[in-house]
């Protein structure tokens, strides 16, 4: 008789899912021990999420910032299931999607990050943008598109939320419609960024002055409307005109985790332990934005890509050594610093006791998450395209002054 080969199923193929699919299939498996990995995401497509910012300047294409799982996984033992994630029955060792169809699995790797809180405000919904997937990158694409081709005088855009992603979208954004616009970020504390490094934090506030967005602190977003923003400073409430408003404030665990029978913290998070398992399942593993850990050394991991990119490699490997027999790894976590994407081209970066700002930060940014890629076969795809880009680009506009000449 064979015996039933063990499935891993891996919910979520981002940075904490994907990467650990990838990490499981390289593990030097003995034929009979060698599981099934099934990884599952509602989307065809990864998204490197730190670089989507780039796909309003044109800097980037899709394709390299989103490649495709049936590409990424090709030549690996993962195969990959697009679906929506419903239900999971931890009891019963189920999945089930959407779709009605159930993933049997004998351990379990929950990777599904998290989303962002549109219900903190009235009016969010309906008339709020967020910034987290490609479709949001187009809905904005689209409106601005519209706004650039009216010929509305100013281009009135709100940023709730000066964290990293308000700031950055705010210098993409300022580069792309120059003085056509009036950008302002509206933030609630003291101070924007307030979890940077002081070099980052002054590349930042430096890169918004030159491009002249307004930064209104203490400030919260009471109401949304149509084409209006209310927002209260010290109990007043100002009504303010606007064509655009980006939401990129929070983050919250989805419905679906924050179902499961599993020990959470007050957000909703799964607690692991620091083998990245989840208190009292040793078959469920945790990771990224929907896990709160703690490493071997104490330290609470940040919800960041960082992050679960390294969270990853543990993960694959701990699974590895549990049908292996091996002993676990500890996770540690090595925050090696951070970087921002400043404009066109300006970034900020610091790290490993390095603080680099201006053109040579964003060519080092760029090189680092080229580095970052999931794959060899994709980082080679995506390094001959930027090579090749310019070329490319020459040969589009002599082809378009051609065409209107005759
Ligand atoms: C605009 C932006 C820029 C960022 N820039 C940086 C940066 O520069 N550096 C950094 O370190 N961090 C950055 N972050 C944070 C970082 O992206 C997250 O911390 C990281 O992606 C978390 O990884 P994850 O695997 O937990 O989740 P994700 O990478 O978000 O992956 C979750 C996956 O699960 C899938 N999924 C979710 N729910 C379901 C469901 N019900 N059914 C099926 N599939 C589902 C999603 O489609 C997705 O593919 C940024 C975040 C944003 C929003
Ligand atoms: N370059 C990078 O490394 C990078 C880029 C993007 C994201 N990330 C990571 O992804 C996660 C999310 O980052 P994020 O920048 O999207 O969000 P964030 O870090 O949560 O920042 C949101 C900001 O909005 C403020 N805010 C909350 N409610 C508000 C309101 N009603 N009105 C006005 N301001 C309000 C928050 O203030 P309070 O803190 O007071 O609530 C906070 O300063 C973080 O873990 C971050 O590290 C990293
Ligand atoms: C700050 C650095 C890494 C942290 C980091 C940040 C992210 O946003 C990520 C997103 C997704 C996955 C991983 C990460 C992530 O690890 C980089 C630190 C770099 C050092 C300070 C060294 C810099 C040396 C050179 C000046 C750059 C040369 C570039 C090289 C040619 C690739």
């Known amino acids: ?17 994907l990467y650990t699919a990838l990490r499981l299939s390289q593990l030097p498996w003995e ?9 599952v995401d509602q989307n065809d497509h990864f998204l490197f999420l730190p670089l989507l910012y780039e796909l309003l300047t044109n800097e980037l294409q899709a394709w390299e ?35 009605n169809t159930s993933i049997p699995y004998d351990y ?60 950055e979208l705010a210098c993409k954004l300022a580069d792309r419609l120059g003085t056509k616009a009036r950008i302002r970020i509206i933030e609630q504390s003291e101070e924007i960024l307030k979890t940077s490094p002081e070099f980052n934090r002054e590349a930042a506030q430096n890169a918004l002055s030159d491009r002249q967005v307004w930064i209104d602190l203490e400030t919260t977003v009471a109401a949304i409307e149509e084409n209006n923003i209310s927002l209260e400073y010290r109990g007043q409430i100002d ?26 913290n007050q957000r909703g998070q799964l607690v692991t332990t620091s083998t990245l398992q989840v208190i009292d399942h040793p078959e469920i593993f945790a990771l990224g934005d929907l896990a709160d850990c703690k490493d071997a050394d104490g330290q609470t ?24 027999q091996r002993p676990l790894l500890l996770f540690r976590y090595t925050g090696l610093g951070e970087m921002m994407t ?38 080679i795809r995506v390094a001959v395209n930027w090579i090749t880009r310019p070329l490319q680009d020459l040969l589009i506009s002599m082809d378009q002054k051609i065409g209107t000449r005759k």
């Open 108 to 167: 379990l790797v929950l990777a599904m990050g998290s989303e962002t809180p549109l219900d903190l405000v009235a009016g969010v919904k309906d008339y709020a943008i967020p910034f987290r997937t490609i479709a949001d990158a187009y809905r904005l694409e689209e409106q601005l598109r519209r706004l650039e081709t009216s010929n509305q005088d100013k281009i009135r855009v709100a940023i709730v939320g000066g964290g990293y992603s308000g700031v």
């Open 31 to 39: 034929k009979s021990q060698e599981p099934e990995i099934v990884l």
């Open 65 to 99: 910032i989103s490649p495709a799982f049936e590409d990424l996984l090709k030549d690996t033992n993962v195969r990959f299931c697009q679906g929506i994630i419903n239900e999971i029955d931890i009891d019963d060792k189920q999945v089930k999607l959407e779709n």
């Open 342 to 379: 400043l404009g066109t081209d300006n970034a900020t970066l610091t790290g490993l006791g390095i603080q680099l700002e201006g053109q040579f930060a964003h060519l080092a940014r760029r090189l680092i998450y080229l580095y970052r890629f999931p794959t060899l076969d994709h980082q």
């Open 301 to 324: 991991i940040p919800t960041t890509a960082q992050a679960a990119f390294q969270q990853a490699d543990y993960t694959g490997w701990n699974l590895w050594a549990l049908l292996t």
């Open 1 to 17: 008789m064979t015996e039933q080969q063990t499935r891993i199923c891996i919910l979520g193929g981002g940075f904490g899912g």
């Open 239 to 264: 009504q303010i005109p606007v064509d655009i408003v980006l939401w990129t404030v929070g983050t919250k665990v989805s419905p679906v985790v924050r179902s499961l029978p599993l020990k959470q």
